[in-house]
């Protein structure tokens, strides 16, 4: 009798494994990519987020634009004023909102649930203490400039 070898084409065990791994290795990662993007998407979707981001778009062009200013703060710390040769422009902290006033006229609300603020001026840096309310929960915020 003759030993008759045949060649089957089909997987080997090797590919087997190799395919079952990289099967797991997928189905490990989906869950947490879903996790990242629903919280991703819930930072970005949340308007407390996107108010303190044009505050902050608001403050810088406003600093940019203010380069040999003078600033001050009040006594409380809640009020940041800027001083130029041609105009005087208040942040204020009133009624839990954050308003903006320019020359003292018309009162622009920049940020509301604000539960409080403090600036701090620092050598040439401007440091903007936020405790703000959204949702029921509170949170901390704190801006260089």
Known sequence: MK???????????????????ITVLILSVVPILIKTSSTIHQVYNNPAFVELEFY?????????????????????????IMKTKHRITRYEFKNFKIVKTINGGGNITMLNNVLNVRYEIKNKTIVVHLKLLESGHKFEKTIYF
Request: net charge negative; aromatic share 14%.
């Open 3 to 21: 030993n008759v070898i045949r060649r089957i084409n089909a997987f080997t065990y090797i590919e087997a494994i190799f395919t079952l791994f």
């Open 56 to 80: 902050a778009y608001d403050m810088t062009k406003d600093l940019q634009s203010a380069k040999n200013a003078e600033f001050h703060t009040n006594i409380s710390n809640d009020t940041l």
